[in-house]
């Protein structure tokens, strides 16, 4: 079959042919749908000199944020039916620590006994015609849901998600306000997160004037980046600052704009990996704020992401691709020329 490998660092993958696995005991197979292009793999291909964690070792195929239709069912699989479509939560973990019992595969304890991160990180994933997953990664999405689409939620979706419901108890209340910075995939969908869960004023910021005027279509109140960007966002909070920011950049200047624009007693989570750090000092940022980083998700806040799904709260927007043209879209994303989230389609 054909998939997008990764076969080093600071090297692009490549569309090749690799034998089509066969699910092992508790695992079944996919007939992927769809496969999410994230900027993460970027980070593999083009950013990162080396493996950051020891567990992603190439050659392996992309593809974290997958959906599919099961095509094959590994022995000892019950409660699942051939042809149904099923999202595919990412992380795997041990399986038996008290992280991955609530769920929370990210934050395994026994992660080198597992030797990989996720599907596509580390193990192969979903950027191909067929992938593998173990059956307690799959959340059902029902006949009437599109997989394709759906597939951006296992991570744009659910990441966003998880950091906003740690910073959800500082937006309970009136006259309350989110500031989220970074207007990607994990961006835009983090708009639609918080105007359906919450009454806060959301802010959103971007250097993109085409991201921030989709922003405003869902419901935000978008500052430009550049000179005056905290000067405009305080003011918007009548000088008080925001109760919470959510920065999926994480890089420096992102940080520093967190730090300026937050109110005393709000909280930070940072959700980008961009590689920035921000001095603190007991002056340098408002007292009592919270800070925080977080990395995906738990399987059962995914269940709750494709209910918001199908409630028609959340809808990110994507781009289809061939698996022929999988290699466009992961130089699009490179290129930063992408305004919806890249999918590719195995079998359109």
Request: aromatic residues 6%; hydrophobic residues 40%; contains cysteine.
């Amino acid at each position: 079959m054909r998939a997008v490998v990764f076969e080093g660092y600071r090297q692009f993958p490549v569309l090749t042919e690799v034998e089509r696995p066969t699910p092992g005991p508790g695992e079944v197979l996919l007939k992927v749908a769809g496969a999410g292009a994230c900027h993460s793999d970027v980070g593999l291909f083009a950013e990162f000199e080396s493996d950051p964690t020891g567990l992603m070792t190439p050659p392996f195929v992309l593809g974290h944020e997958n959906s599919g239709w099961v095509e094959e069912l590994g022995e000892g699989v019950r409660g699942v039916e051939i042809g149904a479509a099923y999202l595919c939560y990412g992380p795997i973990g041990c399986g038996r620590c008290p992280a991955c019992s609530r769920g929370q595969d990210t934050y395994c304890h026994r992660p080198t006994d597992v030797g990989y991160l996720a599907n596509g990180l580390g193990r192969d994933g979903g950027m191909a015609e067929y992938m593998v997953a173990p059956v307690r990664n799959l959340v059902p999405l029902g006949e009437d849901v599109d997989p394709v689409a759906a597939a951006p939620l296992a991570d744009a979706g659910l990441t966003p998600y998880h950091a906003i419901k740690r910073v959800l108890p500082r937006l309970a209340g009136g006259g309350r306000s989110v500031l989220v910075i970074g207007l990607g995939g994990l961006g835009l969908v983090a708009v639609q997160i918080l105007t359906a869960l919450t009454g806060a004023t959301v802010i959103a910021t971007d250097t993109k004037p085409e991201a921030m005027e989709q922003a405003r279509a869902l419901g935000a109140v978008t500052v430009p980046g550049g000179d005056g960007q905290v000067e405009a966002i305080r003011d918007l909070t009548g000088g008080r600052g925001v109760d919470a920011v959510v920065d999926l950049v994480g890089a420096t200047p992102t940080l520093a704009l967190a730090a300026a624009t937050v109110a005393q007693r709000g909280a930070i989570v940072v959700v980008g990996i961009g590689g920035g750090t921000h001095p603190w000092s007991f002056f340098s940022m408002p007292y009592e704020v919270d800070f925080t980083s977080t990395y995906w998700g738990t399987i059962e806040e995914l269940h709750e992401v494709v209910a918001m799904y199908r409630a028609g709260q959340i809808r990110p927007t994507i781009e289809r691709f061939a698996l022929d043209d999988a290699l466009e879209a992961y130089r699009r994303l490179t290129d930063g020329t992408l305004s919806a989230r890249a999918v590719v389609v195995p079998h359109g």
